[in-house]
Nanobody
Framework: EVQLVESGGGLVQTGGSLRLSCAAS????????IGWVRQAPGKEREGVSC????????YIANSVKGRFAISFDRATNTVYLQMNSLKPEDTAVYYC?????????WGQGTQVTVSS
């Protein structure tokens, strides 16, 4: 079983930056698809970005393209989401999600609040 611990959320003004971290234990993420999913109040969950633990190929949602970047540090088994030029509509709980062979795991989530 994989355990995921997110950190790095907080309160930031419009235009600011945050870097979210997702530290994994229990297994190495080299064979996983790793992603960040967010959920704003009253809205459905939205896939923000994902990365292949095997070849580092990435996906970025159009809503955050050019502002967010995902990366994977194999040495520490940690996934990062660098978020720049934050907007109020980025306010949400951000979850780390990993999937392999049909099995998935979620982190506990970290709150990101962007003030206008």
């Amino acid at each position: 079983e994989v355990q995921l611990v997110e950190s790095g959320g907080g309160l930031v003004q419009t235009g600011g930056s945050l870097r979210l971290s997702c530290a994994a234990s229990g297994d190495t993420l080299d064979a996983y698809a790793i992603g960040w999913v967010r959920q704003a109040p009253g809205k459905e969950r939205e896939g923000v970005s994902c990365i292949s633990g095997g070849d580092d190929s990435t996906y970025i949602a159009n809503s955050v393209k050019g502002r967010f970047a995902i990366s994977f540090d194999r040495a520490t088994n940690t996934v990062y989401l660098q978020m720049n030029s934050l907007k109020p509509e980025d306010t949400a709980v951000y979850y780390c999600r990993v999937i392999r062979s049909g099995f998935g795991y979620w982190g506990q989530g970290t709150q990101v609040t962007v003030s206008s």
